[in-house]
């Protein structure tokens, strides 16, 4: 299948700084990525869906202004965690498709530790 | 999108088929069934996808009945390598074609 990466694999920040994570698809154009979380014990969490070029579009209870998605091109979108608390602290996922009906791969995921 | 139901758990044994159920009874026409699996710590992997015939590749086959409520995900010679959640998941274009991730099915394979 197609190869989602995912950077960095692991952060551990101090609280009140702002973290990036960079995922790109390496052998495809990624039309569309999602941002998931996922908490321990728990099933992934939608957070956003961005499509290249537009403003991302966050699911319910997601903050927009914390949770900062850029998708400037057809193989990376970054999401930066601004001002981090440790609640904060949790496994994000980034996955991508090609087209509207594509199947979707993931990356390896980030796991951020705020402190 | 139609929400799925499958077990939490279920163990099997190494070498034999795990068969993976999940019921869909709501689901529309236009809307595919997929499956992933999440290894510990991991981002998850895709494995398959159907619409409505039964379809194989080289990780397994599903097999979707044919009012498309429910379908079984076959691993068809188990290994430790799979113990892994298993999700199912229903998507179709009404949702903008996100994946919706429920609890899905965390598989023990026992040597």
């Known amino acids: 299948g197609a190869v989602v990466s995912q950077h960095p694999s692991r952060v551990i920040c101090k609280s009140g700084t702002s973290v990036k994570i960079e995922c790109r698809s390496l052998?495809?154009?990624?039309?569309?990525m999602f941002w998931y979380r996922q908490f321990p014990k728990q099933s992934l969490m939608l957070m956003a869906t961005?499509?290249?070029?537009?403003?991302?579009?966050?699911e319910q209870g997601v903050e927009k202004d914390k949770f900062l998605i850029n998708h400037a091109s057809l193989t990376l979108s970054t999401l930066t965690v601004t001002s981090a608390h440790p609640e904060d602290s949790s496994f994000y996922i980034c996955?991508?498709?090609?087209?509207?009906?594509?199947?979707?791969?993931f990356g390896q995921g980030t796991r951020l530790t705020v402190v | 999108d139609a929400k799925t139901t499958q077990p939490p758990s279920m163990d099997c044994a190494e070498g034999r088929a795990a068969n993976l159920p999940c019921n869909h009874s709501?689901?529309?026409?236009?809307?595919?069934v997929y499956w992933y699996r999440q290894i510990h710590s991991q981002g998850p992997q895709y494995i398959i996808h159907?619409?409505?015939n039964n379809e194989t590749n080289e990780m397994a086959s599903l097999i979707i009945t044919e009012d498309r409520k429910s379908s079984t995900l076959i691993l068809p010679h188990a290994t430790l390598r799979d113990t892994a959640v298993y999700y199912c998941?229903?998507?179709?274009?009404?949702?903008?074609?996100?994946?919706?991730f429920g609890g899905g099915t965390r598989v023990l394979v026992k040597p």
């Open positions: 709501t689901i529309s026409g236009n809307e595919y």
């Open positions: 996955s991508a498709r090609e087209g509207e009906i594509s199947e979707a791969f």
């Open positions: 052998d495809f154009q990624a039309t569309t």
């Open positions: 998941i229903v998507r179709g274009k009404a949702a903008g074609n996100k994946l919706t």
């Open positions: 159907g619409l409505k």
């Open positions: 961005s499509n290249e070029g537009s403003k991302a579009t966050y």
